[in-house]
């Protein structure tokens, strides 16, 4: 059963060959059975998902019009609030909070009848590459465990990878969604800024940050993101529009005649030859599709990884700053006579990571009397640069391809210690994040190198992300066809466990 796709589940559902409590409870073993090596998970609701299921069920068997994936198992990236469940954002600072209230994206949901499994691991904060920089441990990559899923959401990436859930949801700063999948050899997408509510997601970086799908299939991702965008009205930056079509873009899938712009920037020198060869056989897929390929300019991406992190490191200074043990979370050092700035900085050096402290500081350093300008108000008009840049490209192409991530997944602590090479990590996946635009990965093959999955990534304007569902599928289509393997279609033997 958990070797469906979310999309045939979804159809054995609405047959009555199976019911959402036989399926969560299907996924709810499998978590069980490996979850202890893959380690995806935070937190199982094995009850509160099994009573979910239940009341699909009654509701299925009423005759009510239920969303076309109410029933299925889905796995929480924790960065998103749900009520009475505990919600840490992968930090100590939060261990044990129980939101009073649910996210939009959360109430989207289980409005959707949609069964939410429990909370899966990240970067603390979603700072990270890796889920390295977890404040509860790594998880590790259900393709060799001995190898890193890619971050920030890469317990919602190898949650899915290892079968433990056929939906996930992720969210993505600078390819925290599309970085993971590449690495774990699934789909992810990061819709448009603006697309899905942010109302009850952590914030990290707030004009960046963007929750968004898993699957292992382009359709299965299109079915979730319809469920969980839309306007909100809680959320002051969410766009007042129609959700565009994904779902019938990724059911169609035909690229015959549609201009595919290659970024010069993003490919050749500092990528994996193995990933270079997947990127280059994918698009003389697409060619033979039907498809025109033409390369793009896009001279400002060179700066873009330097403006994302002062950019991105600047607003979480500020964001963070609400952790004050003052409120909610971790308090430590109240004892008497503590002033409330000893007690303050005691609790945020107790609970926050290294990765996080250094990103509170630098961004502090970059917003400070004197360095604004240099650092801040520059990256900025970085970011300026690469919108201008996306806008002259799109004139030339409906959708940009590049690699998602310069190389496959690497060694668990190959970087921990090396920031820098970990930042390099989302050099191409980065410039979507800054422009505001949208974004996917889909498995492009293994590399020959080491036998992992590499990631393709498709970019389009802004609520234009049907046309990432429509390329996408019929690339996935077409090497499924060729070659039999570019998505996972059996949950895998997990390589180098203990």
């Known amino acids: 059963m958990i070797n469906k796709t979310a999309a045939e589940m979804a159809d054995s559902l609405a047959k009555g060959e199976t019911s959402s409590?036989?399926?969560?409870?299907?996924?709810?073993?499998?978590?069980?059975?490996?979850?202890?090596?893959?380690?995806?998970?935070?937190?199982?609701?094995?009850?509160?998902?099994?009573?979910?299921?239940?009341?699909?069920?009654?509701?299925?068997?009423k005759g009510e019009k239920l969303s076309p994936i109410a029933g299925i198992p889905l796995a929480l990236k924790d960065v998103l609030a749900q009520k009475g469940v505990p919600t840490t954002a992968?930090?100590?600072?939060?261990?044990?909070?129980?939101?009073?209230?649910?996210?939009?994206?959360?109430?989207?949901?289980?409005?959707?009848?949609?069964?939410?499994?429990?909370?899966?691991?990240?970067?603390?904060?979603?700072?990270?590459?890796?889920?390295?920089?977890?404040?509860?441990?790594?998880?590790?990559?259900?393709?060799?465990?001995?190898?890193?899923?890619?971050?920030?959401?890469?317990?919602?990436?190898?949650?899915?990878?290892s079968f433990e859930s056929p939906l996930a949801i992720g969210s993505d700063t600078g390819g925290s969604i599309r970085q993971p999948a590449a690495l774990t050899g699934i789909v992810g997408v990061r819709p448009t800024y603006g697309a899905v509510s942010r109302f009850g997601l952590i914030a990290y970086s707030s004009s960046l940050d963007q929750a968004g799908p898993f699957g292992r299939t382009v359709l299965d991702t299109a079915l979730l993101h319809e469920v969980m965008a839309g306007h909100d009205p809680k959320d002051a930056t969410s766009i007042n529009a129609p959700v565009p079509a994904v779902v019938a873009a990724a059911k169609s899938g035909d690229v015959k005649g549609m201009k595919i712009g290659v970024i010069k920037q993003l490919q050749g020198e500092g990528y994996q030859k193995g990933v270079q060869t997947r990127f280059d056989e994918s698009l003389q897929v697409l060619a033979d599709l039907g498809a025109e390929i033409v390369e793009v300019d896009c001279p400002s991406f060179e700066y873009a990884l330097a403006a994302y992190y002062l950019i991105a490191p600047s607003e979480c200074s500020s964001n963070l700053a609400r952790f004050d043990a003052m409120r909610y979370g971790l308090r430590t050092g109240d004892v008497d006579g503590a002033s409330a700035e000893a007690v303050m900085s005691a609790t945020r050096n107790a609970g926050f990571g290294r990765e996080?402290?250094?990103?509170?500081?630098?961004?502090?350093?970059?917003?400070?009397?004197?360095?604004?300008?240099?650092?801040?108000?520059s990256a900025q008009k970085i970011r300026t640069l690469i919108i201008q840049d996306y806008a002259k490209a799109f004139a030339q192409a409906e959708v940009l391809v590049s690699p998602t991530a310069p190389t496959t997944a690497y060694k668990i602590g190959e970087k921990v210690d090396d920031p820098m090479a970990m930042y390099l990590g989302d050099v191409a996946t980065i410039p979507v994040n800054l422009a505001g635009i949208c974004g996917m990965s889909l498995p492009a093959g293994l590399a020959d190198e080491d036998n992992l999955p590499v990631g393709f990534q498709i970019m389009a304007p802004a609520m234009q992300d049907q046309r990432l569902y429509q390329a996408g599928a019929a690339l996935e289509a077409a090497l499924l066809s060729k070659w039999g393997a570019p998505i996972l279609t059996k949950a895998p033997e997990l390589k180098g466990a203990k």
């Open 90 to 161: 992968g930090s100590k600072i939060l261990q044990g909070w129980l939101p009073p209230y649910d996210s939009t994206v959360v109430s989207k949901l289980k409005s959707a009848g949609v069964v939410i499994m429990g909370k899966t691991n990240m970067d603390e904060f979603a700072m990270g590459s890796s889920t390295e920089n977890s404040g509860y441990g790594p998880t590790f990559n259900p393709w060799d465990l001995t190898r890193t899923p890619g971050g920030s959401s890469g317990g919602s990436a190898a949650a899915v990878a």
């Open 21 to 61: 409590v036989e399926l969560t409870q299907a996924h709810l073993d499998r978590v069980a059975a490996v979850d202890g090596q893959v380690k995806a998970f935070l937190h199982v609701d094995s009850e509160g998902a099994l009573a979910q299921a239940k009341e699909v069920d009654a509701r299925r068997a």
């Open 356 to 377: 996080v402290k250094r990103r509170i500081i630098l961004g502090t350093y970059a917003l400070s009397s004197g360095y604004y300008d240099a650092y801040y108000g």
